[in-house]
């Protein structure tokens, strides 16, 4: 099921979305629900919350000046990085602010730059996209761990317990395994960057081998970069 969020103060141009989405969707095989808002309410807060299915937001800006289309944008980045953005406004100026400031922005429309057929062209690719639900599992006596693989910023060793630690952007998870053991059961977006540490190549926007650091997309530097892993990647 993929929920279709509509934020838009305006009837016409809700109604105008919602009569694109239908016609791309009516001869597809796509289970879909779209929810409409004028404003910000706790049914959207809910909807922003729960990461339980894949969600398309089609945004205005010019929303109420107590709760922008910014301000909503701002929180559903700080609960959701995957599901996808689509801004349409009256306003090109707000384009650089808009892409400064929400993560992973997939178009930015002005409504009377021929809106219709750049919807059409978004919504087709974000449907006929195939979404990352790989997962990692961890399965003993003691823990159970079902973590998505996208998640995952790195892994590295406990230099005390001399276990690995599994750090994702909002939680970290202790698993008692070897760099060895646990690169087996991930994917190849997985490389080993130091002798305690694994990254996640996906989630890494800078490596500096010259001063021994990556960065993560979260902001995060960490001091675990090795010369002698990077001829291995």
């Given at each position: 099921?993929?929920?279709?969020?509509?934020v838009?103060?305006?009837?016409?141009?809700?109604?105008?979305?919602?009569?694109?989405?239908?016609?791309?969707?009516?001869?597809?095989?796509?289970?879909?629900?779209?929810?409409?808002?004028?404003?910000?309410?706790?049914?959207l807060?809910?909807?922003?919350n729960?990461?339980?299915?894949q969600?398309?937001?089609?945004m205005?800006?010019?929303?109420d000046?107590?709760h922008?289309?910014?301000?909503?944008?701002?929180?559903?980045?700080?609960?959701?990085?995957?599901?996808?953005?689509?801004?349409?406004?009256?306003?090109?100026?707000m384009?650089?602010t808009?892409?400064?400031?929400?993560?992973?922005?997939?178009?930015?429309?002005?409504?009377?730059?021929?809106?219709?057929?750049?919807?059409?062209?978004?919504l087709?690719?974000?449907?006929?996209?195939?979404?990352?639900?790989?997962?990692?599992i961890?399965?003993t006596?003691?823990?159970?761990?079902?973590?998505?693989?996208?998640?995952?910023?790195?892994?590295?060793?406990?230099?005390?317990d001399?276990?690995?630690?599994?750090?994702?952007?909002?939680?970290?998870?202790?698993?008692n395994?070897?760099?060895?053991?646990?690169?087996?059961m991930?994917?190849?977006?997985?490389?080993?960057?130091?002798?305690?540490?694994?990254?996640?190549?996906?989630?890494?926007?800078?490596?500096?081998?010259?001063?021994?650091?990556?960065?993560?997309?979260?902001?995060?530097k960490?001091?675990?970069?090795?010369?002698?892993?990077?001829?291995?990647?």
């Amino acid at each position: 099921m993929v929920k279709i969020i509509i934020v838009e103060d305006e009837e016409k141009w809700m109604t105008e979305y919602e009569r694109v989405i239908n016609n791309i969707l009516f001869k597809t095989d796509k289970e879909y629900e779209i929810y409409k808002f004028k404003k910000y309410n706790n049914e959207l807060r809910d909807i922003i919350n729960d990461n339980s299915e894949q969600k398309i937001y089609l945004m205005d800006l010019e929303l109420d000046p107590k709760h922008t289309g910014m301000d909503i944008l701002r929180e559903i980045r700080e609960e959701d990085w995957d599901s996808e953005i689509i801004v349409l406004t009256n306003h090109d100026r707000m384009f650089e602010t808009v892409h400064k400031e929400i993560y992973k922005t997939f178009d930015f429309i002005e409504k009377f730059d021929n809106f219709e057929s750049r919807l059409i062209k978004d919504l087709k690719k974000i449907f006929n996209k195939k979404h990352d639900k790989d997962k990692f599992i961890y399965d003993t006596k003691k823990i159970k761990l079902q973590i998505y693989l996208k998640d995952i910023l790195y892994i590295y060793r406990d230099t005390v317990d001399r276990k690995l630690i599994i750090k994702t952007s909002n939680n970290e998870f202790v698993v008692n395994l070897t760099m060895n053991e646990i690169l087996s059961m991930l994917d190849n977006r997985f490389i080993q960057c130091h002798r305690s540490c694994i990254i996640n190549n996906d989630r890494i926007t800078e490596k500096n081998y010259a001063e021994g650091y990556f960065t993560t997309d979260t902001g995060e530097k960490v001091d675990l970069l090795s010369r002698k892993f990077k001829e291995e990647e």
